[in-house]
């Protein structure tokens, strides 16, 4: 049986201001090649508050109609006692955040993710200001 082995890498976007989306699926399966994992586990954790991963289809109108969801979800000018505390406008950014998620478990298989034909990985920044995102990826599996 094979040995299982773990990489780490760093996966670096830099974002405008929110919502935006960007689809991050060609680089993590260029980390997946580079370390010639076949079959196995990627997990993927956006790090920082304002910042979500989740799949969809990366097409202009599903792009469009999740930022529109997005902030009917939590909408920026509503009342958030973050802002209360904090004045800094981006009370909507966190609970955006919170609500999509900050990380992604997927599987590898042949050495690519396990994604439907039409489904990509995506990264959000929710904040009021254009970010550097940062993205931790681990992947564990076996050559």
Do not use: C, F
């Not at 780490?8 to 699926?25: E, F, K, N, S, Y």
């Not at 997990?43 to 920082?48: E, S």
């Amino acid at each position: 049986m094979p040995a299982v082995i773990q990489h780490t890498a760093l996966l670096t976007v830099q974002m405008d201001t929110g919502p935006d989306i960007r689809d991050v699926t060609a680089e993590l399966d260029r980390i997946i090649r580079e370390h010639d994992i076949r079959e196995g586990t990627l997990t993927a954790t956006v790090v920082g508050s304002t910042g979500s991963l989740t799949t969809i289809e990366y097409e202009p109108g599903v792009v469009a109609d999740l930022k529109d969801a997005i902030e009917r979800l939590a909408p920026r000018g509503a009342v958030y006692a973050h802002e209360e505390a904090w004045h800094d406008g981006n009370g909507h950014s966190h609970v955006q955040a919170a609500l999509l998620g900050p990380s992604l478990h997927l599987p590898v298989r042949e050495g690519r993710l396990r994604l439907g034909t039409w489904q990509q990985v995506v990264v959000i920044n929710h904040d009021n200001r254009p970010r550097r995102r940062p993205i931790e990826v681990t992947v564990v599996g076996v050559k």
